[in-house]
């Protein structure tokens, strides 16, 4: 998979030359490429904002230098817009998204970038959350950690993300280690039984508690579709 990422500050990016991400790329599943926009600006002193038509407060990526970073790009495959106004951010998202060979990140700043260009050129506008920060780089290496744990090889088993948070449309159930008992509190039980059946269905109504409790909505929403799988089953 090659991330490409169009940025303005490209030395951010070294936080992901490590952990998955590092091992991705020594295995060569992972490629990331880094792109200024500012390397693309014609303007003599590599400008790449200008004031917004209409007025207001701040000033907004112009679309030249973005565009044209584009075409410099042989396959950008989809070309996600960091944006807090995008679809949130979810695990379905980031299934979606392994699937593809290529990913083109669009990071914005300022106040955002011109709309012709995002009309013109991105397929997905996707935020991390309902907050606002000072640019597009942060979501763009959530997203990529995100995206890359999912792709076949980089992590040492599939079941390593199968078993997690939201996967499967359940918060994950509580892990624990040696020693058995610390801090006065002993691990459950059922864990050091050895009885394999036992303890996926522990794990999975621990699950099905906690989801319940702090997320609710993902609860229901679980609980309404292995309803209608067991209806059409029927």
């Known amino acids: 998979m090659i991330f490409n990422v169009l940025t303005l500050f490209p030395e951010m990016f070294d936080a992901m ?19 200024n926009i500012r390397d693309y600006s014609t303007n003599k002193h590599k ?7 209409g007025g207001g407060a701040g000033m907004v990526m112009q679309v030249q230098p973005i565009y044209d970073a584009l075409q410099s790009i042989e396959n ?6 960091l944006t807090p106004k995008g679809k949130t951010l979810t695990q379905a998202i980031l299934v979606d998204l392994a699937q593809e060979d290529h990913i ?40 990529m950690d995100g995206i890359a744990r999912l792709r076949e090889g980089v992590l040492g088993r599939a079941v390593s993300f199968q078993e997690e948070s939201h996967y499967s449309g359940l918060l994950e159930h509580a892990h ?12 459950p039980e059922v864990l050091l039984s050895g009885n394999h059946k036992l303890i996926e269905d522990y794990r999975h109504q621990e699950s099905l508690t906690l989801t319940k409790e702090r997320r609710p909505d993902m609860y229901h929403k679980y609980i309404a579709a292995n309803e209608n799988k067991k209806k059409k089953k029927k």
Do not use: W
């Open 17 to 35: 030359n490590h952990s998955i991400m590092l091992k991705g790329q020594d295995k060569g599943l992972i490629e990331l490429n880094l792109i």
């Open 47 to 53: 400008k790449v904002d200008d004031y917004p038509y």
């Open 176 to 187: 624990y280690t040696r020693p058995a008992v610390i801090l006065d509190r002993p691990v």
């Open 104 to 143: 083109t990140f669009l990071c914005g700043h300022y106040e955002g970038v011109d709309q012709r260009v995002i009309d013109a050129c991105v397929t997905h506008e996707v935020s991390i959350g309902d907050y606002v920060l000072t640019g597009g780089e942060l979501p763009a290496m959530v997203m």
């Open 76 to 81: 950008t495959g989809p070309v996600v817009y």
